[in-house]
């Protein structure tokens, strides 16, 4: 009897345990979702915000003034020698993204790759159009300056959404979102109205810090993609301060925007050549960055 009883208790005490485990494996997958939830509710909840500001908002004309540029000098027979010759990075970054698409581990699934090869041929793209434009600076010429523009965003944005929420969203949305943005684009130039360019320029700026700092990366160097957003921010400002910086460099604003812009694509694209996929178990919905998920590796070593 009380051997059977000590017995009874042992089991008991087994079983509270394991219920305990299971219990403490049930809260974690709760938290688990529960953080992933709340992250798809951030990204569901900032594009819904957009969506209804584009309906909202008035209609948004072109401004004329967006042609008037800080530097219009002409210099080596080159009208606005500075904007036009800026944009020369732009293909040197295209040609050693080149590089990135000969490393075999810099791409855990195909489409990755196609979806690398569009932001490359973008880039280029970005160069022959940006130069087009600074030519002879009108609307009818800047449409071919955003229209690369616009596959640059949206290849980067799908592959930021395959790499940290999903490769099969991020393989899903690629076409659509390209499709999408040069929509965009197209529906300026057609109705005069800036407000759809405008909400997918700006969702896209947006989209890619928000995921950055809510998902961990698939892949390793994942930190240095903030150092792309700072760039890319600091060529806004400079976009921006045009005039302002004219009174400091005779060029203006706008030829460092186009440096700053190409330095940010070129730190994306020796980010991708140098990245290696991360093992699963390296990979945790409770770490929203790759510097955290580091922190936590040297933690444990
Ligand atoms: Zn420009």
């Not at 079983?15 to 990204?43: D, F, K, Q, Y």
């Not at 400002?237 to 060029?251: C, G, K, Y």
Request: glycine letters at 6%.
């Amino acid at each position: 009897m009380y051997t059977f009883a000590r017995g009874s208790i042992g089991d008991q005490a087994k079983v509270i345990e394991i219920s305990r485990r299971s219990e403490r494996a049930s809260l974690c997958n709760l938290c688990g979702m529960t953080i992933l939830n709340r992250r798809l509710a951030t990204i569901v909840g900032a594009t819904s915000l957009l969506a209804i500001c584009l309906v909202v908002v008035p209609p948004i004309a072109q401004d004329p003034l967006y042609h008037v540029f800080a530097d219009g000098r002409t210099l080596h027979n080159v009208p606005n020698f500075w904007n036009v010759v800026s944009n020369v990075p732009f293909f040197i970054v295209a040609l050693y993204g080149i590089k990135a698409l000969h490393a075999r581990r810099a791409f855990i699934e195909p489409w990755e790759r196609i979806a690398f090869c569009t932001f490359l041929a973008g880039t280029a793209a970005v160069g022959v159009g940006s130069i087009y434009y600074h030519l002879r600076p009108d609307d009818a010429r800047l449409v071919w300056d955003r229209l690369p523009m616009i596959v640059v965003f949206m290849s980067l944005v799908a592959s930021v959404i395959g790499e940290r929420i999903g490769m099969k969203a991020g393989k899903l949305l690629l076409a659509p979102m390209i499709v999408a943005g040069l929509g965009a684009v197209l529906y300026w130039r057609l109705s005069g109205d800036l407000r759809s360019y405008a909400a997918v320029q700006f969702g896209s700026m947006l989209a890619v810090p928000i995921i950055l700092a809510l998902f961990p990366s698939r892949y390793s160097n994942a930190g240095r993609m903030w150092w792309m957003v700072i760039l890319y921010a600091l060529a806004k400002l400079a976009e921006l301060l045009d005039h302002e910086i004219a009174s400091v460099v005779t060029m203006g604003g706008h030829p460092w925007k186009h440096l700053a812009a190409a330095c940010a694509a070129l730190l994306y694209v020796d980010t991708v050549a140098r990245r290696r996929p991360l093992q699963a178990r390296q990979v945790s919905l409770g770490q929203p960055s790759f510097s955290a998920l580091l922190q936590r590796q040297g933690a444990n070593q």
